[in-house]
């Protein structure tokens, strides 16, 4: 307010002033404005030095030695951002733990559980989240997946690019691909309580990704296009050799449009290895630690999703995701695909429910039906940072000693967000 007040009286006297008394109300402008940027220099230097007792005086010496300072930078902006993320809920089937656990899905094998494993309570995992700027080139990211049973792994260790030419990004690391829609998500940022059934039984619960490396282009085009391409280490359990000189090679080309209202967005993914197989013996049981490679396991993805905005705070969104794999085993190509559809409604700030759609259609020869599950859920997020989630699913795509069986399952699962974390993917 002094600011405007002082350059509102200068001005006024200029336009009455002659070109001598012009000059030196320049002068004086140009004055008040040095001062007044000392001055805000002055007061960002006070607001960084750590708060003291109210009964100690410090000089601008003082206050300058408590601050630890390297190339300018205030030790505490080097600091980077910590959350923590916790779930965990309430779990009811209609099965033991003990034959949920030994569930099998055709042709795929035996499920790997992560979340919700027992009836009753469970807690599921803390997320560690830590990332921060490097320097003017790169961010760097960290997350530590802690199980509810105390195990800890690094989930993602990576590191991103900042300051590249031509929409060019780099990512190295540890870190989940970008294949799809979902794969690159965490689990406290899924529409749904649980994995999709066509990524699960392709990916895993951790999905696809692992050691590797990343280049992404975001095209200079009026709507957002994007292509990338990545190389991992291999995984077996993704369905590709884990020999040394393997690796997994996954590209894809992503956009986002507008149409009216509506925001429409759409990817195709593609991913590439050489095929690994579990050997067996005589007796059809498998043998540990004995693979072969046959040929190639490739993986085609499509997905689009649509986004319409309601009055106030609420929305629908239409989500679909198909993939495809083709599998070189022995003589043959096993040709497994799936996919979902689910349909969110955003209702206002604290209201959302959903229904949700699994169907594997297409597995192995002697395998006809589909197996397919059904989901509804309703969220409730009293803020931004805390969500509670009641979920019903009807799955048809389990089989319990060797018998299909309909499994009916209820969860009720929080949760907590503590800390500066990131937005999450769009």
Not at 237 to 254: D, I, N, P, R, W
Not at 289 to 316: A, N
Request: net charge negative; hydrophobic share 35%; proline share 2%.
């Amino acid at each position: 307010m002094v600011k405007k007040s002082v350059l509102s009286l200068v001005c006024a006297s200029a336009l009455f002033a002659s070109d001598t008394e012009l000059e030196q109300l320049k002068q004086q402008m140009m004055q008040l404005q040095q001062q007044l940027s000392e001055m805000q220099k002055h007061i960002q230097t006070l607001e960084a030095v750590p708060a003291v007792a109210s009964n100690e005086t410090l000089s601008d010496e003082e206050m300058l030695q408590k601050m630890a300072t390297k190339g300018g930078t205030t030790v505490t902006s080097l600091l980077p951002d910590i959350a923590l993320i916790l779930n965990g809920g309430y779990t009811s089937r209609n099965v033991t733990n003990t034959q949920y656990a030994n569930a099998s899905i055709p042709g795929f094998g035996k499920m790997e559980i992560q979340n919700n494993a027992k009836d009753g309570f469970n807690l599921n995992y803390g997320e560690v989240a830590m990332s921060s700027t490097v320097d003017p080139y790169f961010d760097a990211s960290a997350i530590f997946h802690i199980h509810g049973d105390g195990t800890m792994e690094v989930e993602e260790a990576y590191f991103v690019t900042r300051a590249l030419d031509y929409g060019l990004r780099v990512k190295a690391g540890k870190f989940k691909s970008a294949f799809g829609r979902v794969n690159e998500k965490h689990h406290h940022a899924w529409n749904f309580e649980d994995q999709e059934l066509v990524n699960n039984v392709f990916f895993g619960p951790d999905g696809l990704g692992g050691e590797g490396a990343q280049l992404q282009w975001a095209a200079p085009t009026p709507m957002y296009l994007m292509a990338g391409f990545e190389l991992f280490n291999g995984n077996a359990k993704q369905g590709f050799s884990a020999k040394e000189s393997a690796s997994t090679a996954v590209g894809y080309l992503k956009s986002s449009v507008d149409v009216g209202n509506a925001t429409v967005l759409a990817g195709l993914s593609y991913a590439q290895g050489k095929s690994e197989v579990q050997n067996t013996d005589g007796l059809g049981n498998l043998i540990v630690d004995s693979f072969t490679d046959y040929g190639q396991t490739r993986l085609y993805g499509v997905d689009v999703t649509l986004e319409y905005p309601l009055e106030g705070y609420g929305s629908l969104i239409w989500q679909n995701e198909w993939i495809q794999r083709n599998k070189d085993v022995e003589t043959m190509t096993q040709k497994q695909a799936g996919y979902y559809s689910e349909l969110m409604y955003k209702i206002d700030e604290n209201w959302a429910t959903g229904v949700r759609y699994d169907d594997l259609y297409k597995n192995m020869e002697n395998i006809s039906h589909h197996l397919n599950r059904t989901s509804v859920k309703v969220d409730y997020k009293p803020f931004e940072f805390s969500r509670f989630r009641l979920q019903y699913n009807q799955d048809h795509s389990k089989y319990i000693d060797d018998q299909a069986k309909t499994i009916h399952e209820v969860m009720l699962n929080y949760t907590l967000e503590l800390g500066a974390h990131g937005a999450h993917a769009f």
